[in-house]
């Protein structure tokens, strides 16, 4: 699979729970009710031509779809029942008529959209919703979206409108979470079956599907009868699948497509002149993991020693062209539930010797494993020459593609030191579910950097369980700062750097376009000039 985070290494048997607190989701927007007629007239003969970064890599059934160029294009094609907003990362109301009822601390009663149909003219029904939550819960069919919502015992239809949600255990972040699952028609997978759907993906959203090249383009038509807070404001879209960065970068220069995703750092400032771009800061991170069973990196003095061994503004500045953030927490500084880490890894080489010498090591010698990751291979060489300049330190670099990276070195346990990408924030934003994807289960910390025996781990996963059961958010917050501030003390894997994620459009040509903090674009709202 090619994407910016590494999703395809924690696709099964990853979390065994999740949880989180949170009092209450701000939902923005009031549904507003629109005719054909006037879509139509707004659409009528426009589109919007965009350059997409990654091939397509898997389906469009959101029962598995996971590729980078399928989430995107399910933004538009799929609703859930509260959907995020791509740009601002708030949750709004799509398919729900109104803020989930809470009926007791485990129960809740939802009322769907009046009105809503899929784009085969059928109306969503309840049973569509049962439905599309069973089959992502199922085991068998092995969904790597059940991780995210394991408090969710049942699901069924009250009546055509409203259906009830039975929770194993008080969830306070239950309405966020609903974002996870998007509603598809029972109907027509029975009937075609779950590989053609995944072919030709049916849903309720601003925008049918029309087709899918592989390599080439995905394309798109206004969905009419869509009457939800974002209707489609253009006729047709044309994504053009662009993985090339001059490919990229050429097509938005000539006006072949109105914006681009992932500029490359270094035609930026060029595409300024004439096109409008943004860097927007991201979750996404290049993370430094270490082998904690292996000796001497069992001992948390020689993890640190290397953080602040690591002169990080250098490869901001080099690599980045100051489109990064030094880490100062697990989650970026822009996250609402940031925390400055009471751990902070300023370059140090005295501290990073003094650490190393405390730890009883004179000599170090190992091997740091890469992904192949084209930025990632631009940031390896200026790791190595910082390290390497430590007394005593001696490291060489190999890297790999991520899926031999995990499957031959890291899930065996042959290897000693890691970078790599990673971003779990394309599903969520709440930092239970940040934290879970790292921190929880057996794929990361017992089975890839071996840290679940520590009193340390113990602790981290009681400060998790303590904040599903705050009253309140300051208990909560007080909880997954505790969380943070172990982790970035322990440093079994922990953030380098925040990146920023640059796009371009020409804002003569689009209206109301808004750059993301995750992979894609979003054209939710988006109309021409």
């Known amino acids: 699979m090619t994407h910016s985070f590494e999703l395809n290494e924690s696709r099964r048997h990853f979390m065994k729970l999740l949880a989180g607190v949170g009092a209450g989701v701000a939902f923005s927007g009031s549904l507003g009710a629109f005719s054909s007629n006037a879509l139509a007239k ?20 959101p029962l598995t779809s996971s590729g980078a160029s399928s989430l995107a294009a399910n933004l538009h094609i799929f609703e859930g029942l509260v959907d995020l907003h791509p740009a601002t990362r708030q949750p709004y109301l799509a398919l729900a008529a109104k803020e989930p009822e809470q009926k007791d601390e485990v129960t809740y009663h939802i009322t769907l959209r009046e009105g809503a149909t899929f784009h085969d003219g059928k109306p969503v029904t309840t049973a569509d919703v049962v439905y599309s939550f069973e089959r992502v819960l199922d085991p068998a069919k092995a969904s790597l979206f059940s991780q995210f919502i ?7 239809a009250v009546d055509d ?6 929770l194993k255990y008080p969830f306070a972040l239950f309405k966020e979470r609903l974002t996870i699952v998007k509603i598809v028609p029972k109907h027509l997978i029975e009937e075609k079956g779950q590989a053609a759907f995944d072919a030709n993906p049916v849903g309720s959203g601003p925008y049918q599907f029309v ?3 592989k390599d080439d383009r995905i394309v798109f038509k206004a969905f009419e009868a869509y009457n939800g807070l974002y209707p489609a404001k253009v006729e047709k879209m044309t994504w053009f699948l662009l993985s090339d960065d001059a490919a990229r970068v050429t097509a938005q220069e000539s006006n072949r497509v109105q914006a681009i995703e992932s500029v490359p ?4 400032e060029r595409l300024k002149r004439r096109q409008t771009v943004e860097s927007v800061q991201s979750f996404g991170l290049l993370f ?8 001497p990196f069992n001992n948390p003095k020689v993890r640190q020693a290397l953080h602040y061994g690591l002169d990080t503004q250098k490869l901001i500045d080099i690599v980045f062209l100051g489109n990064a953030k030094a880490a100062t927490s697990y989650v970026q500084d822009t996250h609402p539930g940031y925390t400055k880490a009471k751990a902070q890894y300023d370059f140090d080489k005295a501290k990073a010797e003094a650490l190393l010498k405390e730890a009883g090591v004179t000599e170090l010698s190992f091997e740091l494993l890469a992904t192949d990751h084209s930025w990632v291979k631009e940031c390896a060489p200026l ?10 330190v001696k490291v060489t670099l190999k890297h790999l593609q991520s899926g031999a990276l995990y499957g031959s070195f890291v899930d065996t346990g042959n290897y000693e030191v890691v970078i790599a990408p990673g971003d779990p924030s394309v599903f969520g934003n709440d930092l239970d579910l940040l934290l879970s994807w790292w921190y929880r289960g057996d794929v990361w910390p017992k089975k890839r ?3 679940s025996n520590t009193p340390e781990y113990a602790e981290v996963q009681t400060a998790l369980d303590n904040a599903v059961r705050a009253k309140s958010n300051e208990e909560a917050k007080a909880e997954w700062d505790k969380a943070i501030n172990i982790i970035a003390e322990q440093v079994p894997l922990y953030p380098i750097l925040h990146r920023k994620l640059p796009s371009a459009w020409n804002d003569k040509s689009l209206t109301d376009f808004q750059p993301l903090p995750t992979t894609g674009l979003s054209f939710l709202g988006v109309g021409r000039k």
Do not use: H, Q
Not at 265 to 268: G, T
Not at 288 to 295: D, I, R, Y
């Open 383 to 392: 790791i190595l020459e910082s390290w390497n300049s430590l007394n005593g």
């Open 211 to 213: 087709s899918a090249t």
């Open 42 to 61: 707004a659409t009528a003969g426009s589109s919007i031509e965009a350059g997409i970064a990654y091939p397509i890599s898997t389906g469009f059934d």
């Open 288 to 295: 430094l993991m270490f082998n904690c069973e292996k000796a």
């Open 150 to 156: 394991p408090f969710i015992e049942s699901v069924k």
């Open 449 to 451: 950097f071996r840290w």
């Open 161 to 166: 409108k409203v259906v009830e949600f039975k």
């Open 265 to 268: 750092y270094l035609d930026a």
